[in-house]
């Protein structure tokens, strides 16, 4: 590495001053200059430029173990801890978690339902469990409130609503989006934490009419929605937290091209075997 560093600003300054700053010699030096790059330096700068490349395209998110299946599935085989390697050499690196923050848990003011799915968040097929969840994110102009309706099978968003309150209709709205995109069938479970927004009379009216069988969360117990949770997590580390909003307009066009472009329709995820939801519910139609 000091022989690569030397080389790459002898235009700028004296190799012989470079070779006794870095305590190497300049036979030395010369000698690595005549033998030529090793065949691993070779894949590694390869590597390197790849991996820039892959980072660039999942909007910066992709950390040492998705690039690393994204190398193998264009035919590039090598190990993951290299892939961190130069992953810290390029100075790039993926969006780490933050550490889960407890807050109280609130008594609910309206009638609850039991929970059916019971931390089984699988799927058979599509349209057989849904879990909705409401987050906020903070802009210059104050909060935005986010209400999501995900499909288990695929981990697919299929329903969103932004609005500048909290209220039953931010959430319904999201149901509604929902419906009118997937048109399901009877037998369909929602899941729900016990929000005053899904506890509402006109929310559990909305999904009776829809024939639509209601499952709520625990009391206080986050992981009774994880994968509302884990989305929500997703969408704050990759996204929200990287910028700073000056207003809801500019938070909602972000969230939007995250949610509809990115995560939908481009971001792997290991629970689907790295693919992407919409890829994943294509696939049997696909085979």
């Not at 209601?214 to 949770?229: I, L």
């Not at 580390?237 to 066009?253: F, G, L, M, N």
Request: with cysteine.
């Amino acid at each position: 590495m000091r022989y690569l560093c030397i080389q790459r600003r002898s235009r700028q300054h004296s190799i012989r001053m470079m070779c006794r700053l870095l305590n190497v010699s300049r036979s030395g030096y010369y000698d690595w200059v005549n033998r030529g790059e090793s065949k691993r330096t070779q894949k590694d700068r390869v590597l390197s430029l790849l991996i820039c490349d892959l980072h660039k395209q999942s909007d910066g998110v992709y950390g040492a173990r998705k690039l690393h299946h994204e190398l193998k599935s264009i035919g590039h085989s090598c190990g993951r801890h290299r892939v961190a390697r130069l992953m810290r050499e390029a100075g790039i690196k993926g969006c780490p978690k933050r550490r889960y923050r407890h807050y109280p848990i609130s008594t609910p003011t309206y009638p609850v339902a039991g929970n059916l799915l019971d931390q089984n968040f699988s799927a058979l097929r599509a349209n057989e469990r849904w879990s909705a969840d409401i987050t906020y994110v903070a802009t210059r102009q104050g909060w935005l409130y986010l209400a999501v309706v995900m499909d288990l099978y695929s981990r697919r968003i299929v329903g969103w609503s932004m609005n500048r309150r909290l209220s039953r209709h931010l959430a319904m709205d999201a149901l509604k989006m929902a419906l009118d995109r997937r048109e399901p069938r009877k037998s369909l479970v929602h899941h729900s934490d016990r929000g005053a927004q899904y506890t509402s009379d006109d929310y559990r009216l909305l999904l009776q009419e829809n024939h639509i069988e209601c499952s709520m969360s625990g009391r206080g117990n986050c992981y009774d929605n994880a994968p509302a949770e884990s989305f929500f997590s997703l969408l704050k580390r990759e996204r929200i937290r990287r910028k700073t909003y000056s207003t809801r307009d500019a938070a909602r066009a972000d969230i939007f091209d995250y949610i509809e472009r990115f995560y939908n329709r481009k971001r792997i995820h290991g629970y689907l075997g790295y693919t992407s939801p919409v890829d994943y519910e294509e696939r049997p139609m696909r085979a």
